[in-house]
């Protein structure tokens, strides 16, 4: 018995490298997903993948280009373009699906390719800068026209666009027997292949592996766009003042840390103007002061229009990354709804149950922590409440209050005499 295993087990040692080697001979084509900014992380991906496809003896590399610029670091993403002009294996960019953009450095990316394609409807243009918000020009020989406007590809473009195909599968058929410069030589390309069924030769093309980047990567590269990482930014924010107040379990204390983060993230990547950042932050401020005295409209207006001002303004990437001010408009009314309707509505039926029991609170010494005027905040038993008190009570910080009746979920209070 143990000579049997022992059998198996240097048969299963001598079979792994065969079967390494029939993977590693078997044809097929490489797509690498490039969506959104090009920010390191997606850099290093592609490179990485480049490489791993030509060690695995792939057919050729389709790169599927759809990106508004590059927020990477220069030095990665001009050896990602190095790579693509002198590739290890045949190497395709293709600019699409429509309705795609390549503006800036993605730009350089496509001109690079040894072969550049497009789908219809694809728009391309902004190549200067390569870098978003940054003081270079286009690294590739780019029309001059393109530096400072856009064109909806409808057919190739001279120095820039070779062909054009509508789709991945259409352009693979359309690979076969094309030849494509690798190392100084010309590769032809065999991306169909015959086999016969029932007495029928019938084409069909070879396996097709697409690539995307890893989880976390993925993860991160939420906040990599202009509008996602302000509203991950105002959402983490807001509902970290919701826990705050509302006196919640911890899930949405998770939720805005998880929130910040990627903001975090974004704001690290992206070109942020420091001044917008400082509105928004202002804004929410704004917001959360007015919830804590019970909702002024002047303080909510002005935090709702800080707040407003710092998205539209957010980063530092025209013409390539804008603000989309419709989506930026939602945003900010959302964040808004949130502190007028949900808030107030979740608070008052948390702090409304029986088993919170506050009747006993009336009589109950306190102080107050902020001037009622006339609404506030006060400690009670260790614990902080939203209270109110007459207009003409004076109530200032630090003062000695008694509870004199609870409406919902505000505590109503009146000063404490001072020999009290």
């Known amino acids: ?70 927020v990477a670091s220069s030095d990665r993403f001009e050896e990602l373009v190095a790579l693509t002009t002198d590739p290890p294996l045949p190497l395709v960019v293709w600019a699409g699906p429509a309705p795609g953009r390549v503006y800036g450095g993605a730009l350089d990316l496509l001109a690079a390719a040894p072969l550049r394609v497009a789908a219809p409807g694809v728009e391309v243009g902004y190549s200067s800068p390569t870098y978003i918000a940054g003081d270079w020009g286009p ?67 070879i396996p097709v592996t697409f690539h995307k980047p890893g989880y976390w990567a993925r993860f991160l590269r939420l906040a990599v766009t202009p509008e996602a990482a302000f509203m991950f930014l105002v959402a983490g924010l807001t509902v970290a003042a919701f826990e705050f107040y509302a006196i919640g379990p911890g899930i949405a204390a998770a939720m805005a840390a998880i929130s910040i983060f990627l903001a975090s993230y974004g704001l690290a990547t992206l070109p942020v103007r420091w001044w917008a950042l400082v509105l928004a932050l202002a804004g929410w401020a704004a917001l959360t002061a007015s919830y804590q005295r019970g909702s002024v409209a002047a303080i909510t207006g002005l935090g709702t229009l800080l707040m407003l001002a710092g998205g539209l303004w957010f980063v530092d990437g025209a013409p390539q990354l804008e603000m989309n001010p419709v989506v930026t408009a939602v945003i900010v009314l959302s964040v808004l709804a949130f502190y007028t309707v949900a808030m107030p509505t979740v608070a008052r039926s948390r702090f409304s ?49 008694r509870v004199a009746e609870i409406d919902g979920m505000v505590l109503e209070v009146e000063p404490l005499p001072t020999d009290a």
Do not use: C, K, N
Not at 22 to 27: N, S
Not at 151 to 171: M, N
Not at 388 to 394: F, K, L, Q, T, V
């Open 1 to 70: 018995m143990r000579r049997l295993l022992l059998s198996a087990l240097l048969l299963a040692v001598l079979l792994v490298p065969l079967l390494a080697g029939a993977q590693t001979d078997e044809r097929r084509i490489d797509v690498v997903d490039i969506s959104g900014p090009l920010d390191d992380g997606a850099v290093d991906f592609v490179i990485e993948t480049i490489r791993q496809s030509a060690d695995r003896g792939s057919e050729a590399v389709i790169l599927e280009l759809d990106s508004r610029g590059v």
């Open 139 to 205: 690294m590739g020989e780019i029309p001059t026209s393109l530096e400072s406007e856009i064109v909806v590809v409808d057919e190739p473009i001279p120095g820039l666009i070779d062909d054009t195909s509508p789709a991945i599968r259409q352009l693979i058929q359309d690979l076969d027997g094309v030849a494509i410069p690798v190392g100084g030589t010309d590769r032809v390309l065999s991306t169909l292949t015959t086999t016969e069924i029932d007495g029928e030769e019938q084409t069909t093309a």
């Open 353 to 401: 149950t029986r088993t919170i029991g506050r009747e006993h609170l009336i009589g109950s010494r306190g102080v107050a922590l902020v001037d009622l005027d006339p609404d506030g905040e006060v400690e009670v038993e260790g614990a902080r409440w939203r209270a109110s008190a007459h207009r003409e009570a004076g109530i200032h910080q630090g003062d000695s209050v």
